[in-house]
């Protein structure tokens, strides 16, 4: 059975969904905006052999996947802030941000249009809580305590942390 990590936070209002979408343009040159949705709830989730991505102790922002775990489960949606290339006309970034409030993450993805993702990823701000979980969401190990931050030219793995040697 597959293992997860399942990031929450701690205080509402701290979970944020990222997503960056592109397009190549007609003349070959590439248009972009981003997109950051600030929930009042929601999870976000680590493979469980890929504890080396989890956040360090204190780390006041946790990095999720969105294609991992059962599902993010957002809730109340309490903002949205927008970033967009200076090539979009302020007519196409209304139009943008018109069809996503209408149709969500799932217009992202499903709608005909010529965008696509380039990466996306869910932001859990500090405080927040990891738990390891069997798939079916079975605690295994509650309140993960996660690993302290090298200081910098510390040996971690035969390397010079956060640099590899250099002979």
């Not at 003349?27 to 989890?54: A, P």
């Not at 775990?69 to 949606?77: A, L, N, P, Q, R």
Request: charged share 30%; aromatic share 14%; proline share 5%.
């Amino acid at each position: 059975m597959t293992k997860v990590y399942v990031i929450k936070p701690l205080e509402k209002k701290s979970i944020v969904y990222h997503v960056e979408m592109f397009r190549e343009n007609a003349d070959g040159s590439i248009s972009w905006f981003n997109i950051d949705e600030t929930y009042r709830w929601g999870q976000g989730f680590v493979e469980g052999d890929l504890d080396c991505n989890l956040p360090w102790q204190g780390d006041d922002i946790a990095y999720a996947k969105t294609d991992c775990g059962w599902g993010c489960e957002f809730d109340d949606s309490v903002s949205v802030e927008w970033e967009f290339s200076d090539d979009i006309p302020e007519l196409e970034q209304q139009e943008l941000k018109e069809l996503y409030y209408e149709g969500g993450a799932g217009w992202l993805y499903d709608g005909e249009h010529d965008w696509a993702e380039e990466d996306a990823a869910v932001h859990i701000i500090a405080p927040y809580q990891v738990d390891l979980c069997e798939e079916d969401g079975t605690v295994i190990e509650e309140n993960v305590k996660l690993k302290s931050r090298p200081k910098p030219g510390v040996i971690v793995n035969n390397a010079n942390w956060p640099f590899p040697n250099k002979n």
